[in-house]
């Protein structure tokens, strides 16, 4: 039985973006490709508020992360690590061959400028890696402080940012607040499918890229550049969820930006003072997402067992991330859900616990 999705991603999906997949195919050299993905980035740009390059990479998230890192990085970067999601972009350096430094802080808090600013004042570093919304604690980094700091005291260090769960749910303001690469894949607040994944570049950003070696191809954004400008990719890219994120680009001007992100908080304001009545709130409360709440299971509940009913409601949630396996679960509010459906989830969790 198809259950809703209450995950951080995939989200549920509204059956006018299902029914764009569904597209007759067009060629990717073909005008009408070039026209659709002109129109998506020109909408992008404008709800992005960038006026650098913008690329659409058939990927999940996590190739453009390593993509950033091959691009902007020659020797050494700081990374933070506050949770799954933001040790995965180290991972993804060291791998590279790239050395880190970490900004360790503890699970459910936030990286903050002041830590940002203690460890670029050592320097060397030439960019700063940072997980805008931390999945796996249910906690936000704040992006726009540490953007501002960096242009202020560092301004030769770039700003990368991994938005995938906070990207479409949340404000982001690239340009005003200096970040240089900022991506996010589509299955997220985007609420469509998975397989592709948007990407800004600042023009500086760009231009370090085309200094550093080994960047390989697929991501290369020289590459992705060269076709960008003729409103194309280099290969052949996933047609059907161009053309769904461009309607939804659409879906999002006509509900309008503030109150979509408006909606998400409604959403997360809801879940949180559930949350607080019944279990406890994992992260800190000062950073806390507005796109998906990690509660803390003080309750010692089987969340196997939950999901297991909720499955039979026709809904689904997320089981904690990694180590907090069990101690946390998770209710994604994000995407195209509205605060009725979360208000009937949580009716449902109340009903099968007994609360
Ligand atoms: C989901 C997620 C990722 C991974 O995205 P993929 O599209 O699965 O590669 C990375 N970072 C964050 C913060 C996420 O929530």
């Given at each position: 039985m198809y259950k809703k999705l209450f995950i951080p991603g995939p989200t549920h999906v509204e059956d006018e973006i299902l029914e764009a997949m569904a597209m007759p195919m067009i060629g990717h050299r073909d005008s009408l490709y070039s026209d659709l993905h002109g129109e998506t980035v020109s909408k992008l740009k404008k709800f992005l508020k960038t006026d650098g390059h913008i690329y659409l990479s058939t990927s999940s998230?996590?190739?453009?992360?390593?993509?950033?890192?091959?691009?902007?990085v020659h020797k050494k970067v700081l990374m933070t690590d506050c949770g799954a999601f933001s040790k995965r972009w180290g991972k993804i350096a060291t791998s590279n061959g790239k050395e880190i430094d970490v900004i360790k802080v503890d699970m459910g808090q936030a990286t903050t400028p002041d830590m940002v600013?203690?460890?670029?004042s050592k320097g060397g570093f030439e960019a700063v890696c940072i997980t805008h919304n931390e999945t796996s604690t249910g906690v936000m980094n704040p992006i726009k402080e540490i953007g501002a700091l960096v242009k202020e005291k560092y301004p030769d260090v770039l700003v990368c940012v991994d938005a995938v769960s906070s990207m479409a749910g949340t404000e982001i303001k690239v340009d005003e607040w200096n970040l240089d690469v900022v991506l996010a894949g589509t299955q997220k607040a985007f609420a469509l499918p998975p397989g592709l994944c948007v990407v800004t570049v600042s023009e500086r950003a760009f231009e370090k890229s085309l200094s550093v070696e080994n960047r390989g191809f697929y991501f290369n954004f020289e590459e992705l550049e060269k076709k960008a400008v003729k409103h194309q990719t280099p290969a052949t890219p996933a047609i059907s969820l161009v053309n769904a994120l461009n309607v939804q680009m659409d879906r999002i001007f006509k509900e309008?930006?503030?109150?979509?992100f408006q909606r998400h908080l409604d959403m997360a304001e809801h879940v949180r003072s559930w949350a607080r009545k019944n279990f406890a709130l994992y992260g800190d409360e000062k950073y806390l997402s507005p796109t998906v709440t990690n509660v803390h299971n003080t309750r010692e509940i089987d969340v196997v067992g939950l999901n297991a009913e909720l499955a039979k409601r026709g809904a689904m949630i997320s089981n904690g991330y990694?180590?907090?396996k069990g101690t946390c679960?998770?209710?994604a509010h994000m995407g195209d859900l509205q605060l009725a459906d979360v208000q009937w989830l949580t009716d449902q969790i109340d009903d099968i616990l007994g609360l």
């Open positions: 998230s996590t190739g453009m992360m390593e993509g950033a890192i091959r691009n902007v600013d203690e460890y670029l309008g930006p503030e109150k979509r990694g180590t907090l679960f998770r209710i």
